[in-house]
């Protein structure tokens, strides 16, 4: 369906007025160019008969009527985007067709209107930077507060076998059933629930994520390690919070990194 428009010309003192004048009309919005000696803005509706009927507000001053297909913004902005590459293995984008076709990276496509972890965080790099370390062949994952999921993604793409990915908001759910299809992962490979830790019950997984803050991570802690048969990987942790989460963590540092602000920390449950 078109966007129905009305481009009111008019003085720029008189910006406000009209403004105002189009709270009297069916107008879904409106944006306003400054033109120097005068002002463009230009009103937007979602039938002819609505426009039109507006334009009775605007006699006094210049006014157009017109249409045109609506403009997908978020196409246009996705469009603008770059593809962003982590580490040595990954390149993340929000559209499938910003990925380098020669690429020989592993390659996650994660739309950026979704809030829930993108890559483009240096918390999310430096997890998939961790990762990367690790042999996951034919492995458990489990990523706790996923998000988007480009973390169980990532795991699966580095070789495991299956990656449950969880979240205790309910909006997530719909970012990671959609990131999992767009990926091309079978569900049975990255099951999904909302919950929180204690829904798990048993299980025990070779690699466990956790990319939240540390007010979160700290108390689910010793209920998370007792599901770590290998590596746990803490992220979204300021560096002044180092300290805090490391004596707080029952397992042993093995690894760690940084990148401005941000620390991230390996710890294993099977180093000696």
Wanted: charged share 20%; proline share 6%; aromatic share 6%.
């Amino acid at each position: 369906m078109n966007d129905f428009l009305l481009e009111i010309t008019c003085d720029p003192k008189r910006e406000e007025e009209m403004i105002g004048r189009l709270f009297l009309t069916r107008s879904t919005g409106s944006t306003s160019d400054d033109l120097g000696p005068t002002t463009l803005i230009t009103a937007y509706f979602e039938s002819a008969a609505d426009r039109d009927d507006a334009a009775a507000f605007f006699a006094d001053v210049d006014v157009r009527a017109s249409e045109r297909e609506p403009v997908d913004w978020l196409e246009q902005y996705q469009q603008l985007l770059q593809p962003i590459f982590i580490g040595q293995s990954f390149v993340v984008a929000p559209d499938a067709r910003l990925i380098p076709p020669d690429t020989h990276r592993y390659a996650l496509v994660i739309p950026q209107e979704q809030a829930f972890g993108t890559g483009s965080h240096e918390t999310t790099a430096l997890c998939i930077e961790l990762l990367e370390t690790l042999d996951l062949t034919r492995g458990r994952g489990l990523d706790v507060g996923s998000g988007s999921g480009i973390l169980a993604l990532a795991m699966l793409r580095l070789g495991a076998a299956k990656a449950i990915a969880f979240d205790n908001d309910t909006d997530a759910y719909g970012a990671l059933r959609d990131n999992r299809a767009r990926n091309g992962v079978e569900p049975s490979r990255m099951p999904l629930f909302i919950g929180g830790v204690g829904a798990l019950r048993g299980g025990r997984f070779d690699v466990v994520t956790m990319n939240i803050i540390p007010e979160v991570i700290l108390p689910l802690l010793p209920n998370v390690v007792t599901h770590v048969a290998g590596t746990l990987i803490l992220s979204g942790i300021l560096l002044q919070k180092r300290s805090d989460v490391i004596e707080g963590c029952p397992l042993p540092l093995v690894a760690e990194r940084e990148r401005g602000e941000w620390w991230a920390g390996m710890f294993s449950s099977t180093s000696s």
